[in-house]
C-alpha cells in the first residue's frame, strides 16, 4: 500500500491537472460564449481526444514493456527500445495529423455538430490537430519516466502546463476574444512547453535511467521490440480507440438534441474525467509495479497490489459520488450559468455515481490485465468494453427503451464495469501467472 501511494500521489495529481487543464477551455469558453462556445470545445475536444488513442495505447504498452525490463534485470534493452517507440509514435503523430486535417469537415458533419457551433468546433479541432504532435511527444517521454518508476517529474512538467493554459486562456479568450481558436491554441502551446521540457530533462540525465541514446536507435528500429510493442499496444490502443470510438458515436446521437444536449454532454465528459482521476492513477502505479512484480515471478505481491488498489479506488469513488448527490447544482455550474444545460444536470446524477463505481471497479482488473502483458485478455477487452458493451447498451436505453441521450449516458456509465468483469475471470483462470 506504501509504495503504492507513493508511486500514484504524481499520477493522480498529474491526472488532476491534466482534467483541470482541459477543463479550463470549457470553464472559461463556456462562461464567455453560453451554450454555443461549450458545444464547440465539446466537439472539437472529442475528435481531438479520439486521435490520441494511438499515444495512449501505445505509451501505456510501452511503460509496462520497460518496467518489465527492469523487473528481469535487462536495463541494457532500455536506449535501443526508447528509440524504437519514440520513433514509431511520431510517425503515428504525424499521419494522424494530417489525416485529421484532411477530413476534419467531414468528421464534424459525422458527429451531428449543431450549425451555430460548428464554426467554433471547426476552429477548435483544426488547431489540437495541428498539434498532435506535442501529445504524443509529452506521453511517450512521460511513458518512459514512468515505467522506469519516476512519476514525480511528468507531475512537474503538466503543472508547469496546466498553469500555462490557463494564462493563455484568459489572454487569448477574454482578452483578445479569439473563442474556441483562442482556447486551443493555448492548449497546443502549453502541451508544447511540457513536452519540450520532459524531454531535456531525460536527455539532461540519461546516465541516472541507464540510458545511453544513439541517433540509430531512432533512425533504425528494433524489429524484435517493435513486434514487441504493436502486440501489446494494438489491444491497448484499440481499447483507447473504441473507447473513443464509442463516445464519438454517443455523442453524435447526443449532439443531434440541440445546442443545450450538446453543450451539456461536454459538462459530462469533464465529469467522467474527473471519475477516473483516482483509477486512471491507480492503474498506471498497479500496471507498473504488477509488471515489475509479475517479471520477477512475485505474484504474492501482485495480489497484494490488487487488494490495495481496491481499497484506494472504491474509497475514493464513494467520497466523490456523496460530493456530487450532496452539490449537483454547485458542481454543474462551474460550467456555465445557461439555464437550459443547468436544467439536464439533476436527472444526470445518478449517471455520475455509476461511472464513478465503474472506473473504480475497472482500475483494479486493469492493472492486472496490463500489467501481465497478455494480449489477448487485452484484445477481449478492449472489444467487449469499447464496442459491444458501450455502443450496444447505449443504443438499447437510449432508442430501443427511448430514453433518449439520457439513455446514452447510462449505457456508457454501465459498460464501464466490462473490465472489471473480464478482468475476474483473468484473475480466477490463473493465467495472469505464465509468461
Known amino acids: 500500500m506504501r509504495q503504492l501511494l507513493v508511486f500514484s500521489w504524481p499520477l493522480f495529481l498529474s491526472n488532476m491537472l491534466q482534467v483541470v487543464y482541459n477543463m479550463v477551455d470549457m470553464i472559461i469558453v463556456g462562461n464567455r460564449y453560453g451554450k454555443i462556445g461549450l458545444s464547440a470545445v465539446s466537439v472539437g475536444g472529442d475528435v481531438t481526444n479520439f486521435l490520441t488513442f494511438l499515444a495512449i495505447g501505445f505509451a501505456n504498452a510501452g511503460q509496462v514493456i520497460i518496467a518489465k525490463y527492469i523487473g528481469a534485470g535487462k536495463r541494457d534493452k532500455l536506449s535501443r527500445f526508447v528509440g524504437t517507440m519514440s520513433a514509431f509514435l511520431f510517425a503515428c503523430a504525424l499521419a494522424l495529423s494530417i489525416l485529421g486535417l484532411v477530413f476534419r469537415k467531414e468528421i464534424l458533419a459525422l458527429m451531428n455538430t449543431p450549425a451555430a457551433s460548428f464554426s ?9 490537430m495541428a498539434g498532435l504532435v506535442f501529445i504524443y511527444g509529452y506521453n511517450i517521454v512521460s511513458a518512459v519516466l514512468r515505467g522506469m518508476g519516476d512519476s514525480k517529474h511528468p507531475f512537474v512538467f503538466i503543472s508547469v502546463a496546466a498553469v500555462l493554459n490557463l494564462a493563455l486562456d484568459v489572454i487569448f479568450v477574454y482578452i483578445f476574444d479569439m473563442g474556441p481558436f483562442g482556447a486551443a491554441l493555448a492548449t497546443v502551446m502549453s502541451q508544447a512547453v511540457s513536452f519540450i521540457c520532459c524531454t531535456v530533462f531525460l536527455i539532461k540525465h540519461r546516465e541516472r535511467f541507464e540510458l545511453a541514446f544513439d541517433v540509430e536507435d531512432f533512425t533504425r528500429w528494433d524489429r524484435e521490440m517493435l513486434s514487441d510493442l504493436v502486440k501489446l499496444g494494438t489491444p491497448m490502443a484499440i481499447k483507447s480507440a473504441s473507447v473513443q470510438f464509442s463516445k464519438l458515436f454517443v455523442n453524435s446521437w447526443i449532439n443531434s438534441y440541440g445546442t443545450a444536449v450538446s453543450g451539456f454532454a461536454g459538462i459530462a465528459n469533464k465529469i467522467g474525467s474527473i471519475s477516473n482521476l483516482v483509477s486512471a492513477a491507480m492503474n498506471t502505479a498497479g500496471s507498473t509495479m504488477m509488471g515489475q512484480n509479475l517479471a520477477a515471478r512475485r505474484y504474492d505481491r501482485a495480489v497484494g497490489i490488487m487488494r490495495a488498489l481496491a481499497k484506494v479506488t472504491l474509497s475514493a469513488a464513494a467520497a466523490i459520488s456523496l460530493i456530487i448527490v450532496i452539490f449537483p447544482s454547485q458542481v454543474f455550474r462551474i460550467f456555465t450559468s445557461d439555464s437550459e444545460v443547468l436544467a439536464l444536470g439533476g436527472k444526470y446524477v445518478p449517471i455520475a455515481v455509476l461511472l464513478f463505481f465503474g472506473a473504480a471497479c ?66 480466477f483462470s490463473g493465467k495472469w501467472k505464465k509468461e
Open 362 to 427: 475497472r482500475a483494479i482488473m486493469n492493472a492486472l490485465i496490463n500489467g501481465s502483458g497478455n494480449y489477448k485478455v487485452n484484445f477481449a477487452t478492449a472489444i467487449l468494453d469499447g464496442i459491444v458493451m458501450r455502443i450496444g447498451l447505449a443504443l438499447l436505453f437510449g432508442l430501443a427503451l427511448g430514453m433518449k441521450h439520457y439513455g446514452f449516458w447510462l449505457g456508457d456509465a454501465l459498460a464501464g464495469f466490462t473490465p472489471f468483469w473480464v478482468g475476474l475471470i483473468f484473475y
Open 120 to 128: 467554433g468546433a471547426m476552429a477548435y479541432s483544426t488547431v489540437c
